[in-house]
């Protein structure tokens, strides 16, 4: 297997002490089995998205036909990708995974530029994102935790208008709430367990997300069978509603790709289990394994749910609806359409049930997109990319620095946006890296014929080329779509400020450097 070299480094990059980057930390405990992975992998992707993102896609699409459409699309394309990295995976099965994958096939600024913006919006955003969430689901229980801001914290609703913010609803909500306070403990409590030791945190992932996975299962079987109500059944289906009037022209082919936001949000954070590539036992076999079971398991698992909702609850309803039921999918009390389709199925009672199984399901999301977070910025810093300290590990064998520095950044994105507005962010700055890995494919296959390939992409070169088309695809759409261009435009613009301070980094060092 070709071994990363350090000699495109300034002398003296990543400093004396430091190993070369191409060699896998023996300080990781390998404490992740395929089952742990796998978990890993269904359990960083299920969050809350399915519980509340099938709302604000229903509205936007006008029919259950689309809406289930949403998911089938989202799950293809995930799946796609999923295959396309198990190669990669194989091949560089070490801490930082997708960071390590683009710094081969494109050279490090690729690999920085991933990094830096998995810090500053990817993994952050999607943390803070599932942390206002699971504050969202706390306040079916405590009613107190509500989403308006406080009024003694500094507050401001900020609209770049040359962006085409003219709407203050997708002004950018500065502040403080209840539900955002909750957030922010949140990630805190998780940033502590994983301080703790790689064994202790996926104990809580692989526990979590069995639970999770059981309790959307149920909720499916029920749905299609004890919980189907004649009244959704017959406005989802009856009287040719469920393709709905809407056709197939170019502006609805942008409505449908921006409203793939929510399915792809729902869908992402599968590649997680890369960037804990060193923590896995007999990695070049698991990981492509998990990347597969777990993102097939979770694909199958949306459509279903989606095809439960429909039959519980009608698409549309209306805002002031007395009942679930009037109020359907695409007005659901704060998008909480999983609450609402449990409430249903089971009365009053089971709307908090659910919410609790739902707090199980965000909490252990989270946990797994905070272990795996920190191994890219600790990879990064032993090249020599980001602060010297987080390329180091604690006393329990954890990137310690590089865990801390992640949770103060997501929490401070939990004071800047509502749970749209950052699923918006970190979904094309998202897509933008998945389209240029996987092009990262095709250049090692051309670059390094020798290289050990233990796994090969099945369908190789027809289904990766697909899956860049069809993410490339939607990265567009995000940026014409008149509701997502906004927060496209500033992932965006946040990529691109990662150059001049690449070449900023790397001149610090080189200036540093002995031979500086």
Request: glycine letters at 12%.
């Given at each position: ?47 809350s ?5 099938s709302?604000?896609?229903a509205?936007s699409?006008?029919s259950?036909?689309?809406l289930l ?5 989202a799950?293809v394309i ?5 295959l396309?990295?198990?190669e990669?995976a ?13 710094r081969e096939?494109?050279g490090r ?5 991933y ?31 509500g ?6 914290f500094?507050?401001?609703?900020v ?6 913010c ?27 367990v ?18 999770k996975?059981?309790a959307?299962a149920l ?21 040719g509603?469920?393709?709905?009037t809407?056709t ?12 793939l936001v ?13 960037f804990?590539?060193a ?5 070049k ?12 398991l979770?694909?199958l ?5 989606n ?32 609450t609402?389709a ?17 707090l ?35 006393a329990r064998?954890?990137?310690a ?18 749970y749209n507005?950052?699923?918006?962010y ?6 933008l ?5 996987t ?7 051309r670059?390094r ?30 940026l014409?779509?008149?509701?997502t261009?906004?927060?496209?435009v ?5 990529v691109?400020?990662g150059v ?9 060092a080189?200036?540093q450097s002995?031979a500086g």
């Amino acid at each position: 297997m070709p071994r990363y070299s350090t000699s495109a480094a300034p002398a003296g990059f990543s400093g004396p002490s430091q190993p070369p980057a191409g060699d896998a930390p023996s300080e990781f405990v390998k404490a992740l089995t395929l089952t742990d992975a796998t978990m890993l992998v269904a359990g960083s992707m299920i969050g809350s998205g399915i519980f509340i993102v099938s709302a604000g896609i229903a509205r936007s699409v006008g029919s259950p036909f689309w809406l289930l459409m949403a998911w089938v699309v989202a799950g293809v394309i995930t799946m796609l990708g999923a295959l396309a990295y198990g190669e990669l995976a194989a091949m560089y099965p070490r801490a930082g995974g997708q960071y390590v994958f683009l710094r081969e096939a494109m050279g490090r600024m690729l690999g920085f530029l991933y990094g830096w913006t998995l810090f500053v919006v990817i993994q952050t955003g999607t943390i803070a994102a599932v942390a206002v969430a699971f504050g969202r689901f706390l306040g079916v229980l405590v009613p107190g935790v509500g989403p308006e801001r406080y009024t003694w914290f500094p507050q401001s609703d900020v609209c770049v208008g040359l962006l085409g913010c003219t709407d203050p609803a997708n002004a950018i909500q500065l502040g403080l709430s209840p539900q955002r306070l909750v957030a922010l403990a949140m990630i805190l409590l998780l940033t502590w367990v994983n301080l703790r030791g790689v064994r202790e945190s996926k104990s809580i992932t692989t526990s979590l997300s069995v639970v999770k996975v059981g309790a959307l299962a149920l909720l499916i079987v029920l749905g299609l069978t004890l919980g189907r109500n004649g009244t959704a059944l017959a406005a989802n289906f009856g009287d040719g509603r469920f393709v709905g009037t809407e056709t197939f022209t170019t502006g609805f082919v942008i409505i449908f790709g921006s409203a793939l936001v929510g399915s792809l949000f729902s869908s992402d954070a599968w590649n997680n289990v890369t960037f804990a590539a060193a923590e896995v036992q007999n990695p070049k076999r698991n990981l492509p394994l998990a990347l597969l079971l777990g993102t097939g398991l979770v694909t199958l698992l949306y459509i279903s749910a989606n095809v439960a909702y429909l039959n519980v609850l009608p698409l549309e309803g209306t805002a002031v609806g007395g009942t679930v039921l009037a109020r359907g999918i695409t007005n659901a009390t704060q998008d909480r359409v999983g609450t609402a389709a449990a409430e249903v199925i089971f009365g009053q009672g089971a709307g908090t049930i659910m919410a609790i199984a739902i707090l199980i399901s965000t909490f252990g999301c989270n946990n797994g997109l905070i272990l795996a977070g920190a191994r890219v910025y600790y990879a990064m810093a032993r090249d020599g990319l980001f602060f010297r300290r987080a390329g180091e590990l604690n006393a329990r064998q954890v990137p310690a620095t590089a865990l801390v520095m992640q949770a103060v950044w997501a929490s401070l994105l939990c004071l800047t946006g509502t749970y749209n507005q950052l699923l918006d962010y970190v979904v094309f700055a998202a897509l933008l890296f998945y389209v240029l890995t996987t092009v990262g494919l095709f250049i090692l296959r051309r670059s390094r014929p020798e290289a050990e390939r233990p796994y090969r992409a099945v369908g190789y070169p027809f289904l990766p080329a697909l899956y860049i088309v069809l993410a490339s695809a939607v990265a567009v759409i995000l940026l014409i779509a008149p509701n997502t261009r906004v927060q496209a435009v500033s992932g965006l613009v946040l990529v691109l400020v990662g150059v001049p301070v690449f070449l900023a980094w790397r001149g610090g060092a080189a200036r540093q450097s002995p031979a500086g």
